[in-house]
């Protein structure tokens, strides 16, 4: 049973890191909470829907797809409403729940209020060793949170525009004076974050479902993980969902899931009591 | 400034200004008088029009978590207005709905209960889809003295006399439900719900049931509302050795249910799963998800007589054939709500809310599921058919068993209240 928890851990979470990435990035780079984040995950699934089940798109592609027109959206935000929240953390709260408002009321508009499902690219086929049964594409998803999480890692680290994020990260007016185009590389960062939301959204939806408030869940699970991992930091983003899937599903088995839910977070707040910057955070809140 | 407070003294001191400030005083009184007639012609056509239509209150969660279930009801509710309209209304009246979106929040229905019955002046209000909505919204009805049509099967234990519960009682449904999947699969049940008070009395009823037929529960969980990671309490199930399970699990996490119970190989192994949740309306989403389940419920599409075809294809013609396809046993329940109310208001001159509510209990109509009444000796419940259907690949179900008659409701069963209801 603890076995067979502990994979099933390992699924949850990939799931939460996956959510949780997006979110990260964008406060992380931009020092914006973005309160859209669960409808960019909505309308990423969206689009998985159109092109894989509707259009038959192969998978693959579809989840590019889902990238792409997400980030484009997120782009197109950024240039006509974000840029002129720049480093206004209250005010972004703001304008980016009344985006998480209009982009519901836009997706039930087009696609009405029935929930829809995308099949598995795997079928019915599941891994079974002795008690663990895992369908494939649950080991789709933890792969595809790693790997996301390395390309993210990469994309700082070793590309010019990583380099760019992170100096604006630490000195935005100074950056500017040493000729870096902050406007630009804030798009890209936007684009990136709502990008990954709405990648997120797509693989979520294929082991979930495609509705208008599946974003909502996620959102709480992703600001759970960014808040306990550290605002602005990639590494203790994927370590606290590492260790908040691990938690809920080995403790789901032994007690409700509801409980399990309810330790987890009593857990989080025991954490920042005493370190109010998350596990990972360089900077105090 | 300066010229401005040195023009107006000197404009007071002016005989001639004064003279002026008298005739504006005149027309600002002449103005008055005008806006006060129109209002008070404005007042009477109002009211004038007020008494040719009665007002009903539909409340729904058209966003939200109740979001589905509240459109179709919707749609029920405005179809059966129409029909009602349509075959000449109620005594030369006709009927009007006005309807309010709760946003699937219980503290919003208190705000649009207030408007329905204060501002609106509604003579019933028909809605939620969520008990959880019913139960907010009940206390405000009451205070203001309004009528509250109850429109989803009911798990009892409410009564108050400013309500009736048309939905039947679901434990009407459970024990045929149990009893079908005890014969059929075995004896171990898991039973397994979001975590809300809906669910949590389905268990009960359940538990009472298996274990006065001789059964064994052998888990009972739940899952916060909305999950879609239903993994940990799959495994669970499998490690039980339940037979069947029993499952009230609602908005998304039915789909993901129904589709985890397949990916991880619990459908395979032969386990088998009965629900009063799933309807026509999740049907359409979860698909070949469903093959093989077992739903009971007051009404199906899938009931052969004419009534019920009449009203499916008068909807369909109404709202095109996918709106049709989602008509389930709460939009039926809605569309027959509507009709008892209507009958009720022609037996009536008087549409206080106690008044309504004797008529409804007295009269017996034709409705899509069969003979309707409500049951005045058991808080004004409705006596329902149980039905059973088994789901195929596509989503559709097949009648599988119905009771020959309606059932007498139990808002309180002997099973759980030995010595009936205690104050």
């Known amino acids: ?66 990238f792409l027109v997400t980030a484009l959206l997120g782009a197109a935000l950024q240039v006509l409403i974000m840029k002129h929240f720049s480093n206004k953390i209250e005010e972004t709260l703001l304008v980016t729940y009344a985006l998480s408002m209009i982009l519901k009321q836009i997706v039930r508009m087009i696609f009405g209020t029935v929930t829809k499902r995308v099949d598995s690219p795997f079928g019915d086929a599941k891994l079974s060793i002795g008690e663990l049964v895992m369908p494939y594409y649950n080991l789709f998803v933890i ?134 910057q998350g596990l990972f955070a360089k900077e105090s809140r | 400034m300066y010229h401005k407070t040195k023009g107006s003294k000197e404009a007071s001191l002016d005989p001639f200004v004064k003279e002026g400030g008298n005739s504006m005083k005149k027309f600002m009184a002449f103005v008055m008088v005008v806006i006060m007639i129109f209002s008070c012609m404005t007042g009477c056509g109002a009211s004038k029009k007020e008494e040719e239509v009665i007002k009903i209150g539909s409340v729904w969660g058209l966003t939200g978590a109740e979001e589905t279930q509240g459109q179709i009801c919707s749609k029920a509710v405005q179809y059966a207005v129409k029909v009602v309209n349509d075959n000449g209304g109620i005594n030369g009246k006709k009927l009007e709905v006005v309807e309010e979106d709760y946003q699937s929040d ?32 009940i206390p405000t009805v009451e205070e203001n003295d309004g009528l509250a049509i109850c429109p989803i099967p009911f798990t009892g234990e409410m009564d108050s006399d400013n309500t009736v519960f048309t939905g039947g009682c679901l434990y009407t449904q459970l024990e045929g439900m149990v009893k079908y999947m005890q014969e059929n699969y075995g004896k171990k049940v898991f039973i397994v719900g979001s975590d809300y008070s809906y669910p949590v009395r389905i268990s009960a009823y359940v538990q009472a049931i298996v274990e006065e037929n001789g059964g064994e529960v052998v888990g009972d969980e739940y899952l916060p509302i909305g999950e879609t990671d239903c993994s940990t309490v799959i495994n669970k199930i499998k490690n039980s050795g339940a ?12 789909y993901a249910f129904h589709q985890q119970v397949i990916d991880y190989g619990l459908t395979e192994s032969g386990v088998g799963i009965g629900t009063l949740i799933t309807t026509e309306t999740d049907a359409a989403s979860l698909g070949k998800t469903l093959e093989g ?86 808080y004004y419940y409705a006596n329902t058919y149980s039905l059973m259907v088994e789901w195929d690949d596509k989503g559709n179900p097949s009648l599988i068993d119905i009771s020959e008659k309606p059932i007498d409701a139990q808002p309180y069963p002997t099973l759980l209240y030995p010595d009936g209801k205690t104050e």
């Open chain 2, 243 to 254: 037979n069947y399970i029993i499952h009230s699990c609602v908005s998304d996490t039915i």
């Open chain 1, 143 to 276: 792969i595809i949170a790693v790997v996301l999480v390395l390309l993210t890692f990469l994309l700082f680290y070793k590309t010019s525009v990583g380099k760019k994020m992170r100096a604006i990260k630490q000195n935005r007016q100074m950056a500017e004076c040493l000729g870096i185009n902050t406007a630009t590389v804030d798009i890209v960062s936007f684009a990136f974050g709502t990008g990954l939301s709405g990648l997120a959204g797509a693989v979520i939806a294929v082991s979930s479902v495609v509705s208008i408030n599946m974003g909502t869940d996620y959102m709480i699970d992703g600001i759970c993980t960014v808040v306990m991992g550290g605002l602005d930091s990639l590494l203790g983003t994927s370590i606290a969902a590492g260790l908040i899937g691990e938690t809920t599903s080995i403790l789901g088995g032994y007690i409700s899931e509801v409980m399990a839910k309810v330790v987890v977070l009593f857990v989080i707040v025991v954490i920042l009591r005493f370190r109010p």
């Open chain 2, 106 to 137: 219980t503290t919003v229905i208190v705000e649009k209960t207030q408007k329905l019955l204060l501002e609106d002046e509604v003579t019933a209000i028909i809605g939620p889809a969520m008990l959880s909505g019913i139960q907010a919204m």
């Open chain 1, 1 to 66: 049973m603890l076995g067979v928890q502990v994979i099933g851990g390992l699924y949850a979470a990939a799931l939460i890191l996956i959510a949780a990435l997006g979110l990260v990035i964008i406060f992380g780079n931009m020092n914006i909470i973005n309160l859209a984040h669960g409808e960019f995950l909505m309308v990423g699934a969206y689009v998985l829907w159109v092109s894989y089940q509707q259009w038959n798109i192969p998978f693959a592609l579809s989840l590019v797809l889902s």
């Open chain 2, 293 to 378: 389940t077992y739903s009971a419920y007051n009404w199906f599409n899938c009931m052969e007589n004419e009534m019920s075809k009449e009203f499916v294809e008068g909807f369909k013609k109404e709202y095109g054939e996918e709106e049709a396809a989602k008509l389930n046993g709460n939009a039926e329940c809605c569309y027959t709500s509507i009709l008892l109310l209507a009958e009720a208001l022609k037996n009536t001159d008087d549409y206080s809310a106690a008044s309504l509510r004797e008529a409804m209990g007295k009269i017996e109509i034709d409705s899509p599921q069969g003979k309707f009444s409500l049951n005045p000796d058991q």
